[in-house]
Structure formats: structure tokens, C-alpha cells
């Protein structure tokens, strides 16, 4: 197998292919690891911790008898850290690992030659000199990138994407972040708690594609740490002033037109796959509207040698999502498995604090699948653990099939809510029912415990329940 690109769907595609005893070619033009470790999920959630705990510091007088302070934050030493923390992982979890099971590694562009019926892979070094490969079977990884609209004035704006934004050296007075997706709102929040002053602008709800309980207590959550949120507001053209160095924004906002000043602009707005320069039409594989690779449930493309894995299929964007195809992608090539992606009981989860946590059918996916469903939302001030934590804001909610009981999504915002998402992935897996969660064993003062509850308030009035009932 010849697979291009080298990210998280790479490295799982790879390990089964060699568990297989095949041959692997690895291709990759930039740098090895992909987007999560490189620029995604590890540097985020690094520079999140870090942020939390600045705010932590700030945010102690919630505990009578306690006093703590924060500093200005040294942006140089912060990503200094973040850049060793990826470098280690980088080198332990894929440089290491590709030397460990020995498949090869080839740096430079790779692009799809030959004919649909005898593709070929054309590998071209950094030095310019080429290669030729012919593989049983090719395997795309190449990802996704930022997408930036096209606003009139954003090119020569020096706008921050989620990639560059944690590359600053110096932290900025004031950000605009346009967008109201995971991106945007774990990147409003981080740089909100290093010390900026963050205005988001967003075209409907915060994390629109949630339940809307959740948009409103993020709502909250941010206006409570001075975040300020623009809704109905759609970006129109951007310019930076030459004197002051800042950025004034036009966006039209519920039908009218405002103006908002900046020091740096972060465009949060989605992400494309990434396949140009592949040369996928020389061998028969069909791309969709926004480039990427056409796949079916199997993940095979319309060439029956080449198939896809990750962000490059524009299925859910989780690193996880993508080394479950890397690895379902190889059996299928190899074994003729014929094994199908499910994404039914796919835990998401977006690390604000509190964090946004969700598995399987929102109420309105329920509706719309024409399930006669039921409904509960428990404020966090019912869950013990939220209130000797002393945060209570936010929510868990379950969403039940009504003639049956049966669990058909989970959604929470609450400290801790992806391990809450996590508990709920085994509950919809097993098929389980509000009552039997409901009369489950669940610790006391932990988060979980609140999914019990929750679960509970479908038969009872949890505000008449002493504190372990």
C-alpha cells in the first residue's frame, strides 16, 4: 500500500497494513504527524490547559477563604512549551513508531499518474528529483486546511487562522474571531483567558449543529468571561489601518451594517479537505463540490485501487474518525472485508469550560428521523459534583425514545462533559434504557453520577431528591 499523507488515518492505515504483512510507502510533503499532533488537537488543548489554569487562578474567589493571582502571560516561553510538548509527542507516537514497524518513508509531493486502470503514484523530493510507484492499493490522507471566505480586504488583512494563531509570539490586546464552531469557540476562550479581549462574530447560534440548550449556556458561560458574541452577522470586507496598525471589520448584523476594531482577526469558518495537486481525475476518482474525495460507506473510491481516510473524505472531522478509517480502509483493500463506517454512537466534543459534550441523536435528529421522542434537561445545580465544584453552569440532557425508553443521544455542558459523552457511547452501544440507567450504580459526587439523574427525572421530580437518592 502507498498512502499520501502521514496524520493520524496515515499512521492506522499503515500499522494494520503491516499487521497484514503487506508493504507500506509512506508520503508526506510537510511535516510528519498530520494536524492533531501538529496543529490541531494536542497544541489546542495544551495551550487550553494552560489558559485554565491562568483562569483558575483568576477565578478563585468563588472559594471563600482562597486567594490566588495571575500574571501577565510570557507568550515566547507558553509556545516555546506547547512546540516541545508536539516535538516529544511527534517524534515518540510517529517518527519512532514508522522506525519501529519499518515501513518507508518518503518526503516530497505526491500525485496520481498512469490511468484508472493502471494508477501509478509519482513521488518528487524536496531536491526535485522523482520516483515512480505502483502499489496493489493507494491510500489518501492528505487532510484538511483552514477555509477562508472570500472577504473582500481579509488577504492582505494578516488574519489568524486556529494553524498561526498558536504561533504568536506576542499576545494581542483584542481579537475578532468570526465563527461559531468547536474551532472558534475553544480559540475565543483560550486566548479570552490568556488576557485579550475577544469579540466573536457568528452567522447563527454558537455551535449550531448542538442542541440549542448548549448554545445558550455557552452563551452564558462567555459573557460571564467578558467574551462578547455577535449574532446573525456576516462578514463584508476587511482593512487594516496603516497609523494605528489596527483592523476595522464591516459585517452586516441582523440586516445592518456595524464596524469593529481589532488588533488581529482569527477566521474560524471551517475547514476544506485538501486534494489539489493530486491528480486524482488522471485516475477516475471523483471529488465533491468542496474537493473531497468521493467515498462510500467501505471507503473506496470510484477506483477500486485507491481508497480514503480522514479529513480528505469530508466525513466528521476527529482524529479518531480518521484512524478508524485508516485501519476499516486497509482490511476492506486487503481482505475484501466489506466493512462499513458507523457513525451512530460517535462521541464530539468541543474543550471549553465548561466543555460541550454530545453522542448520538440530538432532539431535533430525532424528530427529524420521525422517532416519537422524550426529553429531560438537568441544570447542573441538581448534580452534587457541579455544586461543591461551585459551577453550575450548564446542563446534561437525554433524549429518549418515548414508547420505549431507549437512549437515543446524551448531551452535557459541565466540566468533564467528553467523559460524560464517553459513559454515554457504552449506554447507546448496549441499547440501555432511561430506567435502567436510572437504577444503575453511579459513585456520588462525581459528573456521571449527573446521567443517572438526569435519567431519574424522566419518572421523578429530582428537585425532591436528597443528595444521594
Not at 7 to 16: K, Q
Not at 48 to 55: C, D, G, I, S, Y
Not at 209 to 233: N, Q, Y
Request: with cysteine; glycine share 12%; proline share 4%.
Amino acid at each position: 500500500m502507498a498512502i499520501v499523507g502521514s496524520g493520524g488515518g496515515a499512521f492506522a492505515a499503515a500499522i494494520r497494513a503491516v499487521g497484514l504483512g503487506k508493504r507500506v510507502l509512506m508520503v508526506e510533503r510537510g511535516t510528519v504527524g498530520g494536524t492533531c499532533v501538529n496543529t490541531g488537537c494536542v497544541p489546542s488543548k495544551a495551550l487550553l490547559a494552560a489558559a485554565e489554569a491562568r483562569h483558575v487562578a483568576l477565578d478563585s474567589v468563588r472559594f471563600p477563604g482562597i486567594a490566588a493571582a495571575a500574571g501577565p502571560v510570557d507568550m515566547p516561553a507558553l509556545i516555546g512549551g506547547k512546540a516541545a510538548l508536539v516535538e516529544g509527542m511527534r517524534t515518540e507516537k510517529y517518527i519512532d513508531l514508522a522506525a519501529d514497524y519499518g515501513w518507508e518513508m518518503a518526503q516530497g509531493d505526491a500525485s496520481f499518474t498512469g490511468t484508472p486502470q493502471a494508477p501509478l503514484l509519482r513521488v518528487t523530493s524536496t531536491e526535485g528529483t522523482a520516483r515512480t510507484i505502483e502499489a496493489g492499493h493507494y491510500l489518501v490522507a492528505t487532510g484538511s486546511a483552514p477555509w477562508i471566505p472570500p472577504v473582500p480586504g481579509l488577504e492582505d488583512s494578516g488574519y489568524l487562522t486556529s494553524t498561526t494563531a498558536m504561533e504568536l509570539d506576542e499576545l494581542p490586546d483584542s481579537l475578532l474571531v468570526v465563527g461559531g464552531g468547536y474551532v472558534a469557540l475553544e480559540m475565543a476562550q483560550l486566548f479570552s483567558r490568556l488576557g485579550s479581549k475577544v469579540t466573536m462574530l457568528v452567522r447563527s447560534r454558537l455551535a449550531s449543529h448542538e442542541e440549542p440548550e448548549a448554545s445558550k449556556a455557552l452563551a452564558g458561560v462567555f459573557a460571564d468571561e467578558g467574551i462578547r458574541v455577535i449574532r446573525r452577522a456576516v462578514l463584508d470586507s476587511v482593512q487594516r489601518d496603516d497609523a494605528s496598525g489596527m483592523l476595522s471589520v464591516s459585517a452586516t448584523v441582523a440586516g445592518g451594517k456595524e464596524t469593529f476594531k481589532a488588533a488581529r482577526l482569527l477566521v474560524a469558518t471551517g475547514r476544506r479537505p485538501v486534494t489539489e495537486g493530486l491528480g486524482l481525475d488522471a485516475v477516475g476518482v471523483k471529488t465533491g463540490g468542496s474537493g473531497q474525495v468521493v467515498v462510500d460507506s467501505c471507503l473506496a473510491t470510484s477506483n477500486p485501487r485507491i481508497w480514503a481516510a480522514g479529513d480528505v473524505t469530508g466525513h466528521r472531522e476527529f482524529v479518531y474518525v480518521a484512524a478508524a478509517h485508516g485501519a476499516l480502509a486497509v482490511e476492506n483493500a486487503f481482505t475484501g472485508a466489506s466493512k462499513e463506517i458507523d457513525y451512530r454512537f460517535l462521541p464530539r466534543v468541543t474543550f471549553t469550560g465548561p466543555a460541550l459534550a454530545a453522542v448520538g441523536m440530538t432532539e431535533k435528529d430525532a424528530v427529524a428521523a420521525g422517532i416519537r421522542c422524550d426529553c429531560r434537561v438537568l441544570p447542573l445545580e441538581y448534580v452534587p459534583r457541579a455544586v461543591v465544584n461551585r459551577d453550575t453552569r450548564g446542563f446534561i440532557k437525554v433524549v429518549a425514545e418515548l414508547d420505549t425508553g431507549r437512549i437515543l443521544g446524551i448531551a452535557a455542558v459541565a466540566r468533564d462533559a467528553g467523559e460524560l459523552a464517553a459513559a454515554g457511547v457504552y449506554m447507546l452501544e448496549a441499547g440501555m434504557t432511561t430506567g435502567q440507567v436510572a437504577a444503575a450504580w453511579s459513585p456520588y459526587l462525581t459528573m456521571a453520577e449527573g446521567l443517572r439523574i438526569a435519567c431519574k427525572a424522566f419518572s421523578t421530580d429530582v428537585t425532591k431528591l436528597s443528595c444521594c437518592a
